[in-house]
């Protein structure tokens, strides 16, 4: 499972997804609706993953 939470201020959404691709999915259309970013730029979808995005487990 992956974990978004959303690194502004005034935002306090949070969700996950069971596979990255499907929670960048999912942050893009939040960052769309939400934040007003009609282009997400390449740069912004990085930082957004390297900051917002973790891996949660499932410990064996
Ligand atoms: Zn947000």
């Given at each position: 499972?992956?974990?978004?939470?959303?690194?502004?201020?005034?935002?306090?959404?949070?969700?996950?997804a069971p596979t990255e691709d499907e929670l960048m999915t999912e942050v893009a259309r939040h960052v769309v609706v939400k934040h007003r970013v009609a282009k997400p730029t390449k740069s912004l979808v990085q930082f957004v993953r390297d900051n917002t995005i973790r891996e949660i487990g499932v410990k064996p």
């Open positions: 499972m992956y974990e978004f939470r959303c690194g502004s201020p005034v935002c306090r959404t949070r969700f996950t």
